[in-house]
Nanobody
């Protein structure tokens, strides 16, 4: 079983930056694909970013490319999401997610992620 705990959300002005963190429990972090998703009020949850086991391969949703960066520290069992040039439309509840251990495919599909955190709120004021 994997438990994920997000932190780092908050209120920021448009154009500002935030770094989200997600700490994972369990011994399988280093061979788990990790991802970030978000859900804005009244909208469906959408893919934000994903990262491979070793952190060398990443993928991003179109709306965040060039502004968000996903990274991970396997020694700390933590995945990060650095967000810059934030916009009001980035306001959402951000979720950390993990694929099952041993799966190598980077995917943006929610159904492919077995474990989810509770989310951390990001609010961008314009």
């Amino acid at each position: 079983q994997v438990q994920l705990v997000e932190s780092g959300g908050g209120l920021v002005q448009a154009g500002g930056s935030l770094r989200l963190s997600c700490v994972a429990s369990g011994r399988t972090f280093s061979n788990s694909i990790m991802g970030w998703f978000r859900q804005a009020p009244g909208k469906e949850r959408e893919f934000v970013a994903a990262i491979s086991w070793g952190g060398t391969i990443t993928d991003y949703g179109d709306s965040v490319k060039g502004r968000f960066t996903i990274s991970r520290d396997n020694a700390k069992t933590t995945v990060y999401l650095q967000m810059i040039s934030l916009r009001s439309e980035d306001t959402a509840l951000y979720y950390c997610a993990a694929r099952g251990s041993g799966l190598r495919l980077l995917t943006s599909a929610q159904k492919d992620y077995a474990y989810w955190g509770q989310g951390t709120q990001v609010t961008v004021s314009s």
